[in-house]
Nanobody
Framework: QVRLVESGGGLVQAGGSLRLSCAAS????????MGWYRRAPGKQRELVAS???????NYADPVKGRFTISRDNAKNTVYLQMNSLKPEDTAVYYC????????????WGQGTQVTVSS
C-alpha cells in the first residue's frame, strides 16, 4: 500500500504564491508518475501537472507558465510551486501516484484546499 500526505494549501490573494508538498510512503516503485489534480466547486477533478520518475512533465494548459512541478526521488516527495495564482485556481488539490506496468495502481492523497481571493 501507498500513503500520500499533502501539505501547503491555504488562502492567498490573487497574484500570490503557494507551494504544495506530497510525501509518499509505503510500497513505492522506483518507476512511477507523481502528480497533482484539482477539483473546483461544481467541476470534475482535472489534471494539473504530473512528472515521471524520469523527469518528464505534463501540465494542464491553464497552469502552464505559472505552476512548476518537481520531485525528490530520494524522499518520494512531489512538489507543486504555484505562482501568479488566480481566483479560478481555487480548488481542492490532490496528490496522485501511478505505478506498475501490467497492472497500474493509482493512489490518492486526502486533498488540500487552495483558496485564491480576488
Amino acid at each position: 500500500q501507498v500513503r500520500l500526505v499533502e501539505s501547503g494549501g491555504g488562502l492567498v490573494q490573487a497574484g500570490g504564491s503557494l507551494r504544495l508538498s506530497c510525501a509518499a510512503s509505503g510500497s513505492i516503485f522506483s518507476s512511477n508518475t507523481m502528480g497533482w489534480y484539482r477539483r473546483a466547486p461544481g467541476k470534475q477533478r482535472e489534471l494539473v501537472a504530473s512528472m515521471t520518475s524520469g523527469n518528464i512533465t505534463n501540465y494542464a494548459d491553464p497552469v502552464k507558465g505559472r505552476f512548476t512541478i518537481s520531485r525528490d526521488n530520494a524522499k518520494n516527495t512531489v512538489y507543486l510551486q504555484m505562482n501568479s495564482l488566480k481566483p479560478e485556481d481555487t480548488a481542492v488539490y490532490y496528490c496522485n501516484v501511478r505505478q506498475g506496468i501490467l497492472v497500474v495502481a493509482t493512489y490518492w492523497g486526502q486533498g488540500t484546499q487552495v483558496t485564491v481571493s480576488s
